[in-house]
């Protein structure tokens, strides 16, 4: 990890932060078009008239400021030391953006129930790979820079051995 001139903690936020922004690309709505005794599944940009939907739209925004103010946090400073304090504050709010960027497309999304398309066929509309993608990217980043996965590090101390008992007089 020395040879890339950052510390671990601040590598792995970069490294969570453009998995985030990979999610940003991948379909985050997902539609099942019911036609006949069949169903189709598209995971946006493709069936006609159902167009891409990927995290670029509407609260995917959230997300990318998110993912901007990590990269930022994490190259601001000393890169070969610890985030200070404020810097460690500012990548957790980035990871915050970017999981509440998704929960809040996701709510909205199961809001949306059944549509239909042009010609009445039934369209039901789901959470895609990005969607989830994104979600887990920020909060796997949150509990990483806050600290939260260094307590699975931990090996065990054993407890010092108890004083000795004091003599009976």
Do not use: C
């Amino acid at each position: 990890m020395q040879s890339t001139g950052l510390h671990q903690r601040k590598l792995f936020a970069i490294i969570e932060a453009g998995i985030a922004f990979l999610a940003l690309l991948l379909p985050w709505t997902r539609y099942k078009l019911q036609m006949g005794g069949f169903n189709m599944f598209y995971g946006g940009g493709g069936g006609g008239s159902i167009g891409p939907d990927n995290g670029f739209r509407s609260w995917g925004w959230l997300v990318i400021i998110g993912v901007v103010g990590v990269v930022v946090t994490s190259l601001m400073g000393d890169k070969k030391k610890e985030y200070d304090k404020n810097m460690k504050l500012g990548a957790m709010g980035g990871f915050a953006l970017i999981a509440l960027g998704a929960i809040i497309y996701l709510t909205r999304l199961g809001s949306i129930g059944t549509l239909q398309t042009q010609d009445g066929t039934p369209v039901t509309v789901s959470s895609g790979m990005g969607l989830w993608s994104a979600l887990v990217a920020g909060l796997i980043g949150l509990a990483w820079v806050s600290g939260v996965l260094d307590q699975f590090n931990k090996k065990a101390t054993p407890n010092p051995p108890p004083p000795p008992a004091a003599p009976i007089v």
